[in-house]
T-cell receptor, first 113, second 112 residues
Framework: GAGVSQSPSNKVTEKGKDVELRCDPISGHTALYWYRQRLGQGLEFLIY????????KSGLPSDRFSAERTGESVSTLTIQRTQQEDSAVYLC???????????FGPGTRLTVL | QKEVEQDPGPLSVPEGAIVSLNCTYS??????FMWYRQYSRKGPELLMY????GNKEDGRFTAQVDKSSKYISLFIRDSQPSDSATYLC????????????FGTGTQLKVEL
């Protein structure tokens, strides 16, 4: 596709359930990032994948959060045992390399009831 | 204290006005500075990128960086209703793997 795509666009879940969010980066982009945007706050870095290197997980807020990436393509962000404070927009971005412009997807709006 | 401070607004201006948006930061290791524009329900898009103190101009937009004061600005000339959006400053360190630290964003509305 022409840009970064994310699915689902909206997700409503009950507290305690697990959710999986998907990101399809721009073809050929080796770097992929996940950010979280809570209401009234800036984007918070969560995790970063660069090629075959070990991911930088330093932004993950708890062990309930994990992410995987298959090669240089799709990534999934998994949140286990969701809590109400996990409600946010989860944004994915990709770039050609680690020092290049990041292109963002439209985000997944997660609501935990 | 947050590493990056940005007034959330909202900021409302008449069409044609000059808009000034600002961020301050505390981490002197930040070397690269960006401004993103985010329309409602969309992902951020990069507007300006700069890595040195001084001004950088692109059309109606001017980015200004003052590393000695740890202060960055974005100026929009001849503002248009289509400029109505949230403007986010972002920055990262050299060797930081492009892991961006964002301000909270300033909501701008340009009125007819």
């Amino acid at each position: 596709g022409a840009g970064v795509s994310q699915s689902p666009s909206n997700k409503v879940t009950e507290k305690g359930k697990d959710v999986e969010l998907r990101c399809d980066p721009i073809s050929g982009h080796t770097a992929l990032y996940w950010y979280r945007q809570r209401l009234g706050q800036g984007l918070e870095f969560l995790i970063y994948f660069q090629g075959n290197s070990a991911p930088d997980k330093s932004g993950l807020p708890s062990d309930r959060f994990s992410a995987e990436r298959t090669g240089e393509s799709v990534s999934t962000l998994t949140i286990q045992r969701t809590q109400q404070e996990d409600s946010a927009v989860y944004l994915c971005a990709s770039s050609r390399g680690q020092d290049n412009e990041q292109f963002f997807g439209p985000g997944t709006r997660l609501t935990v009831l | 204290q947050k590493e990056v401070e940005q007034d959330p607004g909202p900021l409302s201006v008449p069409e044609g006005a000059i808009v000034s948006l600002n961020c301050t930061y505390s981490n002197s290791a930040f070397q690269y500075f960006m401004w993103y524009r985010q329309y409602s329900r969309k992902g951020p898009e990069l507007l300006m990128y700069t890595y040195s103190s001084g001004n950088k101009e692109d059309g109606r937009f001017t980015a200004q960086v003052d590393k000695s004061s740890k202060y960055i600005s974005l100026f929009i000339r001849d503002s248009q209703p289509s400029d109505s959006a949230t403007y986010l400053c972002a920055m990262n360190t050299r060797g930081g793997g492009n892991k961006l630290t964002f301000g909270t964003g300033t909501q701008l509305k340009v009125e007819l």
